[in-house]
Structure formats: structure tokens, C-alpha cells
């Protein structure tokens, strides 16, 4: 098949995860990555970069929901760069994190060695114990909070569900 094109639509099954939780399928052969599809999920994808071996798409509509999706609990999901798998029940994070592990060991490590499972977290919130805020807006008009995926621009977050109350508050 040519390259895709780009703005064109297509109808995709969601077969699997980038080691940042995008959502991966394939489109005539070509591999599209979607950020927030999950596995086992049907979408109308957009591509937004059309390359000669892997484009981008962004979802358009989710056809058929997986049933590890999830609201995400924070109102800055999507627009912050700051956490990738909001979208997903906690168990599928944990599979998908699991996922990541073994990848990174087959891969780059070149080891035929696997983890069968994973500890979970007392709680899925107020975790990190590391907090990068970023600064940005005028003196006028300063914006605390996380850079939007892919760029520099600052998504102004007041309370991050993942730091600690105390790294919240010295932002």
C-alpha cells in the first residue's frame, strides 16, 4: 500500500501499546500509533503524521469500547502530559506496565527472561515521589502545571492526582 495520507479516515482494530501507552493498529499493513485506544478496541482513526514505515492517528470515534476503559478521574487528562494511562482500568495498567518490562528485556536487553507478575500500589493516586512542575505564561499571568505532549506549552494543573499534597502545594 502508499504511505497514508494525511486527514484521511479509517476504520482500525486496536492490536496492542508503544512503550507510552499509545495504542497501536494497522492500516494497510502500516503501523498506526493512537494515542488513548486501548487493545481490543475498534476506532475511526485520523491520521494527523503519515510516514513511510509508522504514521500517528488521532481517534475519532471509538467504535467499541474496551472494557478496561475508564473515566479518568483527572480534568486535565489529555490536554497534560504528565500521566499516559488514566484512560485504563488499573489492573490493565498494570498488565500494560508488566508488558513494557518484558519488552524491555527481550529488546533492548536481549534476554529471554519475562516477569509473570506485578505488584500493584496500595492506591492509585498521590503516589509520585518525584514532581517536575513547569513554569510558564507572563508576570502579569503565571501558569503553573505540565507541558502538553509534544510541545512546550504549559497546561496550568492545580492539583496533580498523582503528586503528593505537598508537591501541589509548593507549586
Given at each position: 500500500m502508499d504511505v497514508l495520507r494525511k486527514n484521511e479516515i479509517y476504520e482500525a482494530d486496536i492490536t496492542?501499546?508503544?512503550s507510552d501507552a499509545l495504542g497501536v493498529c494497522h492500516i494497510g499493513g502500516q503501523a498506526v500509533f493512537v494515542r488513548g485506544a486501548l487493545p481490543g478496541e475498534r476506532w475511526?482513526?485520523?491520521?494527523v503524521k503519515a510516514g513511510r514505515s509508522v504514521s500517528?492517528?488521532?481517534?475519532?470515534?471509538?467504535?467499541?469500547?474496551s472494557p478496561d476503559r475508564i473515566a479518568p478521574a483527572c480534568p486535565a487528562y489529555g490536554r497534560c502530559g504528565g500521566c499516559a494511562a488514566m484512560h485504563m482500568s488499573y489492573a490493565r495498567?498494570?498488565?500494560f506496565k508488566r508488558g513494557k518490562v518484558n519488552?524491555?528485556?527481550r529488546r533492548i536487553g536481549g534476554l529471554e527472561l519475562s516477569v509473570d507478575g506485578i505488584i500493584g500500589a496500595g492506591t492509585t493516586e498521590r503516589y509520585r515521589n518525584k514532581a517536575i512542575f513547569a513554569v510558564g505564561g507572563s508576570?502579569?499571568?503565571?501558569v503553573?502545571?505540565?507541558?502538553?505532549?509534544?510541545s512546550h506549552d504549559v497546561v496550568p494543573v492545580n492539583d496533580c492526582l498523582l503528586q503528593?499534597?505537598?508537591?501541589n502545594a509548593c507549586a
Amino acid at each position: 500500500m502508499d504511505v497514508l495520507r494525511k486527514n484521511e479516515i479509517y476504520e482500525a482494530d486496536i492490536t496492542g501499546f508503544t512503550s507510552d501507552a499509545l495504542g497501536v493498529c494497522h492500516i494497510g499493513g502500516q503501523a498506526v500509533f493512537v494515542r488513548g485506544a486501548l487493545p481490543g478496541e475498534r476506532w475511526r482513526v485520523r491520521i494527523v503524521k503519515a510516514g513511510r514505515s509508522v504514521s500517528y492517528g488521532r481517534g475519532e470515534e471509538c467504535l467499541s469500547p474496551s472494557p478496561d476503559r475508564i473515566a479518568p478521574a483527572c480534568p486535565a487528562y489529555g490536554r497534560c502530559g504528565g500521566c499516559a494511562a488514566m484512560h485504563m482500568s488499573y489492573a490493565r495498567e498494570l498488565e500494560f506496565k508488566r508488558g513494557k518490562v518484558n519488552d524491555a528485556f527481550r529488546r533492548i536487553g536481549g534476554l529471554e527472561l519475562s516477569v509473570d507478575g506485578i505488584i500493584g500500589a496500595g492506591t492509585t493516586e498521590r503516589y509520585r515521589n518525584k514532581a517536575i512542575f513547569a513554569v510558564g505564561g507572563s508576570a502579569a499571568e503565571p501558569v503553573c502545571g505540565f507541558f502538553r505532549t509534544g510541545s512546550h506549552d504549559v497546561v496550568p494543573v492545580n492539583d496533580c492526582l498523582l503528586q503528593s499534597s505537598e508537591a501541589n502545594a509548593c507549586a
